[in-house]
């Protein structure tokens, strides 16, 4: 059964870290690619980091670049994100997806790139709560 479960997500203080992970099932690991996205109260649903090809380059949306760092662990079907310097505005579920790959050559600053539409299994989200 194709599916992603995340895990990880907790309350901290502002400027704090956390790590949150997505165990996918082999299905989905060996043949799609995986991203992270978070979505606040009353927001849009923004991308935060998408392994967007085969070479498992990470694309991060402007609002975490510097501060959170994506990464995959082959041997356990896992994703990471590894998140340093906590702001009160990072308060989100947070969700990790999958997607067809696109060529290694892609450019993911296009919009298709980071477009959630094209993100077809999603897990059911881990809450991250920054407090000032």
């Known amino acids: 059964q194709a599916e992603l479960t995340e895990s990880g997500g907790d309350s901290v203080q502002r400027g704090g870290s956390l790590t949150l992970s997505c165990a996918a099932s082999?299905?989905?690991?060996?043949?799609?690619?995986l991203a992270w996205f978070r979505q606040a109260p009353g927001k849009e649903r923004q991308a935060v980091a998408i392994f967007y090809s085969s070479a498992n380059v990470a694309y991060y949306g402007d609002a975490v670049k510097g501060r959170f760092t994506a990464s995959l662990d082959n041997p356990k079907n896992t994703m990471y994100l590894q998140m340093n310097s906590l702001q009160p505005e990072d308060t989100a579920m947070y969700y990790c997806a999958s997607a067809s790959c696109l060529p290694t050559n892609y450019d993911c600053r296009e919009s298709y790139c980071y477009n959630e539409q094209r993100f077809s299994v999603w897990g059911q989200g881990t809450q991250v709560t920054v407090s000032s």
């Open positions: 082999s299905e989905i690991y060996m043949q799609y690619c």
